[in-house]
């Protein structure tokens, strides 16, 4: 079975940390670019992190840079993001899928897709 399963979200404070994985089975986890795309509520789809396969390069969202880093440990087939000094407009929905930069920022589109973890910051 093809599966990427995303946690560590929860309730946090303003200006606290959260750190989030994603575990992939049933592909080839080393074989794919991989990406944190967020919903905030009431908002569309935002790209917030990639990290691409091979030579483990990095893209960042403005908003996130300087906060947020992202991992991936091949041997446990994880994706991870960490998250510090978080603010109140990093709340949402945290998916992780596969791909790179030009993928589609929907389910629909191209790509494996986890179902996501609720991250709430709030004071």
């Known amino acids: 079975e093809v599966q990427l399963v995303e946690s560590g979200g929860g309730l946090v404070q303003p200006g606290g940390s959260l750190r989030l994985s994603c575990v992939a089975s049933?592909?080839?986890?080393?074989?794919?670019?991989m990406r944190w795309v967020r919903q905030a509520p009431g908002k569309g789809l935002e790209r917030v992190s990639i990290i691409y396969r091979g030579d483990y390069s990095t893209y960042y969202a403005d908003s996130v840079k300087g906060r947020f880093t992202i991992s991936r440990d091949r041997a446990a087939n994880t994706l991870y993001l960490q998250m510090n000094h978080l603010k109140t407009e990093d709340t949402g929905v945290y998916y992780c899928a596969t791909g790179g930069y030009y993928s589609a920022l929907y389910p629909g589109g191209s790509g494996i897709w986890g179902q996501g973890t609720q991250v709430t910051v709030s004071s």
């Open positions: 049933g592909f080839a986890f080393s074989s794919y670019d």
